[in-house]
Structures are given as C-alpha cells and as structure tokens.
C-alpha cells in the first residue's frame, strides 16, 4: 500500500460513512466507508499523517533511530463509520523488520474483514492480533521462511474505540496511556518485562523495586514477543484492558523508543537507586500539558522525545541522568519508534 506525501500544508478530505475526514501529511486509502494508512512501509527515517472526524482526531508518525539509516516500526490507522482501530509494531533483530510490515498489513485486511464482528462487539482486540499474527505466519506468506533464516521478532499495541469506549490488547513492551480530562496520565498496561539475566523469561518481574542499574542493563530484555519460537507463534503473551474515552480525553499507543525516553521516578536517596514508578506518566503529563488535539498532543511528545537523543547523541552524554532533587532518572535510548495519538473532543 503506497503512501504519496501531500506535504505538510496539503489536506484531504475523504468520505466514511456519513462523516467527513480531513487528512494531512499522508493519503490514505479508502473502501467501503473505511479509511486506513500504514505506516513504515517503505522504511523511511520519518513519515506521520493526522486525521480530523466528526468525533476524534487521530495522529500517527513513525520515526527510525537518528543514527540509522531506516526504521523496524509500524503505526496502523483505521477509521469506519462505527468505531476507530490503531495499533503500533516495534519490530526487533534482524528479522523484525519485516515481521512488523507483515503484521501491520494483515491487521489492515482482518479489520476489514471482522468488520461486522467488531461493530457487534464480538472481536475482541486480542482475537484482532492473534488473527493478524496467523495469518502473517501462514504458508501464504514468505514471512516465516525468512524468520527461520532471520530471527526476529516484535511487540504491539492495538485499541479499538466505538461508542466512546475503548478496548485494547497489547503484547510485551509497546504501551498504552490515557490522558484524562484533568490532564492527569494513566498507564493502564504497566510493562512487566524487566528480565534479570538469571530470570527465567515466562516469570518476569515487576520492574517496580527494580534497582535502577540493574534496569537499565536489561531493559531491552523483553519476552512473549510475536516470534516463531520453536515454529508456532503461540508463544506471544497478551495484555488485555478496557475503559471509557470521554470527551476531552486522549489515548496514546507508543513503542519503547517513546518509553525508554520517559523519566521514571526512583528512590534518588538509596544508594541502589530502586525504581518506584516506571510508568513515565508524570513525565508524559508534563510534556503534554496545555496541548490540544491529537496533533498538538504528538508533536509535543515527539519533539521532546527527539531532543532527548540528540541531545546525548551531539554531546555524548552518559544514558543515565539522575535528578535527585525530583527523585526521577532520565535513562536516554536512540531507538526506532511508533506513535497514535487518538483524541475525543
């Protein structure tokens, strides 16, 4: 699926269902009163699209690390006259970037496909992305050849908004967030697989208590990604949740290349420096305080979150600093990353 630049003062504006919606930066494609785009197909070091409806504004840009030459991640959009589909793919190793392309396409086709079933209430965002990840892996594809002499794998998140109300699944550490009407930010999912080298990777622990050295080096130690494994892709573990998207209120999908440069809150008074909130929601808070609309909202994250890695990249800085004063660690990582932004207003 092409994606044609328009350039960042064109719009357009396409018909789903009885709504008008407004499009810039990306075209989009259109079928049947649905309206999606996918982005990371090609690989470029940037690409993003924003969305206007009736109800919502939706943003969505993937950005590769600033010292490669292209990125393994992929953002999903899909908009129908009854509900909003997003989802984010952090693909990893070699084989990840092509498992992350795959995914995200075949999620576009079994949202078309299980349309009804969404609009009925009876697919759930976990069926959504197991059915993608089935079918990603299936003959039909040169997917799983490729991973047998390419390992690789990848994380995601995927909500599903209908009704003013919204579902998710995730799968390791891709993230969701909620912004609330009093501008306060949730992590409904919290991540969970920090992983100790002497840990075994189906138990792993809470990140909370975590000495912050220890974190840091294992950070990027994740499990129950969508993988072949031993052959079958059964071995990925979901994340499941749930809750109300009022007016006012924002969801945010993210890879780790947003989280892994979030402040998270320690015990700066210790000398192990335990972890205390890895969540990055009081940092998220600020970054975003006083932005309007899905736009606003993405620029604002992306933006600091881009300056934090030039910033160490041009000046060399240490990755971790340490802000004893507001107890927070700023544990900085040059990393592709995802982003869908989904606003109600």
């Known amino acids: 699926m092409a994606l044609i630049n328009l350039g960042p003062e064109k719009?357009?504006?396409?018909?789903?269902?009885?709504a008008k919606t407004s499009f810039r930066h990306q075209k989009p494609m259109a079928e049947k009163g649905m309206i999606w785009a996918r982005l990371g197909k090609d690989r470029r070091k940037f690409a993003d699209i924003t969305c206007i409806c009736e109800d919502f504004s939706v943003s969505a840009r993937v950005r590769a690390a600033l010292q490669r030459d292209f990125g393994q991640d992929s953002a999903v959009i899909?908009?129908?006259?009854?509900?909003?589909?997003?989802?984010?793919?952090?693909?990893?190793?070699r084989g990840g970037t092509l498992l992350s392309e795959t995914l995200a396409d075949k999620l576009i086709e079994t949202l078309a496909e299980r349309r009804e079933d969404i609009i009925a209430g009876k697919m759930h965002p976990g069926i959504l992305l197991r059915d993608a990840t089935e079918a990603a892996f299936s003959r039909r594809t040169?997917?799983?050849?490729?991973?047998?002499?390419?390992?690789?794998?990848?994380?995601?998140?995927?909500?599903?908004?209908?009704?003013?109300?919204?579902?998710?699944?995730?799968?390791?550490?891709?993230?969701?967030?909620?912004?609330?009407?009093?501008?306060?930010?949730?992590?409904?999912?919290?991540?969970?697989?920090?992983?100790?080298?002497?840990?075994?990777?189906?138990?792993?622990?809470?990140?909370?208590?975590?000495?912050?050295d220890q974190y840091i080096e294992n950070r990027h130690r994740v499990t129950g990604t969508i993988c072949l494994g031993s052959g079958e892709p059964d071995d990925m573990i979901l994340s499941h949740t749930n809750g109300s998207l009022d007016k006012g209120e924002t969801i945010i999908l993210a890879t780790d290349g947003v989280?892994?440069?979030?402040?998270?809150?320690?015990?700066?008074?210790?000398?192990?420096?335990?972890?205390?909130?890895?969540?990055g929601?009081?940092?998220?808070?600020?970054?975003?305080?006083?932005?309007?609309?899905?736009?606003?909202?993405?620029?604002?994250v992306h933006s600091t979150i881009t300056a934090r890695v030039q910033q160490r990249i041009v000046d060399v800085l240490d990755r971790t600093v340490?802000?004893?004063?507001?107890?927070?660690?700023?544990?900085?990582?040059?990393?592709?990353?995802?982003?869908v932004v989904i606003s109600r207003h």
Do not use: H
Request: aromatic share 6%; charged share 30%; glycine share 10%.
């Open 259 to 279: 989280t892994k440069n979030l402040k998270i809150k320690i015990d700066a008074g210790s000398d192990k420096k335990k972890i205390t909130d890895a969540s």
């Open 142 to 212: 040169k997917l799983a050849k490729y991973l047998a002499e390419n390992p690789g794998g990848a994380t995601a998140v995927l909500a599903v908004i209908k009704n003013g109300y919204w579902q998710a699944a995730k799968v390791s550490d891709s993230a969701l967030f909620v912004i609330e009407g009093d501008g306060g930010v949730k992590r409904p999912m919290e991540d969970t697989t920090y992983l100790p080298r002497q840990v075994d990777a189906r138990k792993a622990p809470k990140i909370i208590g975590a000495q912050l």
């Open 11 to 18: 719009s357009l504006s396409l018909s789903a269902g009885n």
């Open 78 to 93: 899909f908009i129908d006259r009854d509900f909003i589909a997003a989802a984010v793919f952090d693909g990893y190793n």
């Open 281 to 300: 929601c009081e940092d998220l808070a600020d970054m975003v305080r006083g932005k309007k609309g899905a736009e606003g909202i993405s620029d604002a």
């Open 322 to 339: 340490i802000d004893k004063k507001k107890g927070a660690a700023l544990c900085v990582s040059d990393d592709d990353s995802a982003l």
